[in-house]
Structures are given as C-alpha cells and as structure tokens.
C-alpha cells in the first residue's frame, strides 16, 4: 500500500508565498512521475506542475514564472514553491503519484492525496 500526504496549505496575502510538500510512503519500487494539482469551488480540478523522474517539469500557464516544483528522490518528496501569490490561486491542492510497479517501471499506478488548502486573501 501507499500513502501520499501533502502538507503547507495554509491561509497568505496576495503577494505572499508558500511551500507545499508531499510525501509518499509504504511499498515504493520507484515513482515514475509526481504531479501538482488543485481544485477551486465550483471549479474542475486541473493540472499544476509536474515532474518526472529525470526531473523534467511542466507548468500550467498561470504557474509559469511564479511557482516552481521540486522533488527529492530519496525521500520520495515533491515540493511546490509558490510565490506572487494570486486570490485566484486558492484551492485545494492535490498531490498526484505515479508509483511504479518494480524498480524498472515496466508500469505505473496512480495514487492521490487528501490535499491541502491555500486560501490567499486580497
């Protein structure tokens, strides 16, 4: 089984910054890719920032220049740096895991975590 716990949420003036976290735990080969993403009210969840295992990364348009993603292989941990901090960057953001299913990654299974909320004010 596998765990993915996000962490950092927290309410922040327009402005400001933020750093999330996300960790996956429990029965891990490898983890083939690690993505951001998040959900507004009233809104479908939508892609972030992403980063593979090479440490290639993609940015939803609105997060390029602004947020930056990370990870630590070792610790199996991705990060989110989120700076210039926007009200309508407020959302539950979701922690999305591609965990392998041996070492050598023939395949992957998707695993989410609860999320966390960033709330910025204006």
């Known amino acids: 089984q596998v765990q993915v716990v996000e962490s950092g949420g927290a309410l922040v003036q327009a402005g400001g910054s933020l750093r999330l976290s996300c960790t996956a735990s429990?029965?891990?080969?490898?983890?083939?890719?690690m993505s951001w993403y998040r959900q507004a009210p009233g809104k479908q969840r939508e892609l972030v920032a992403g980063i593979n295992s090479v440490g290639s990364t993609n940015y939803q348009a609105s997060a390029k220049g602004r947020f930056t993603i990370s990870r630590d292989n070792a610790k199996n941990t991705m990060y989110l740096q989120m700076n210039s901090l926007k009200p309508e960057d407020t959302a539950v953001y979701y922690c999305n895991v591609d965990v392998c299913d041996t070492s050598s990654c023939g395949s992957f299974m998707d695993y989410w975590g609860k999320g966390t909320l960033v709330t910025v004010s204006s």
């Open positions: 429990g029965t891990i080969p490898g983890i083939h890719a």
